[in-house]
């Protein structure tokens, strides 16, 4: 079972750019779909972008597209999100997720612990 750490949360004004990363221990994220998902207070976590498992194909949640970039380094097991333009909306914790299944925007597998991200305006 893969292991998965967030990092990169904090404080940002609207406009502004955070990168979060996910370092992933245990198992190689080669086996996985990887993913970004939010949970903003009072709301249910929702799915905000996915790639594959050699980073060829992406897929993005209507919100993020344009602004939000999911990459990976299978060397480095590790997962990105370069977040840009960054609107309070936005605010909610992120997590990181792992699917050993196929591309889905559905909030399944494994998961990290989440990072706090908070965009002030």
């Known amino acids: 079972q893969v292991q998965l750490v967030e990092s990169g949360g904090g404080l940002v004004q609207a406009g502004g750019s955070l990168r979060l990363s996910c370092a992933a221990s245990g198992r190689t994220i080669r086996t996985y779909v990887m993913g970004w998902f939010r949970q903003a207070p009072g709301k249910e976590r929702e799915f905000v972008a996915r790639i594959s498992r050699s980073g060829s194909n992406t897929y993005y949640a209507d919100s993020a597209k344009g602004r939000f970039t999911i990459s990976r380094d299978n060397a480095k097991n590790t997962v990105y999100l370069q977040r840009n333009s960054l609107k309070p909306e936005d605010t909610a914790v992120y997590y990181c997720?792992?699917?050993?299944?196929?591309?889905?925007?559905?909030?399944?597998?494994?998961w990290g612990q989440g990072t706090q991200v908070t965009v002030s305006s």
């Open positions: 997720n792992a699917h050993p299944g196929g591309f889905t925007t559905a909030p399944i597998g494994y």
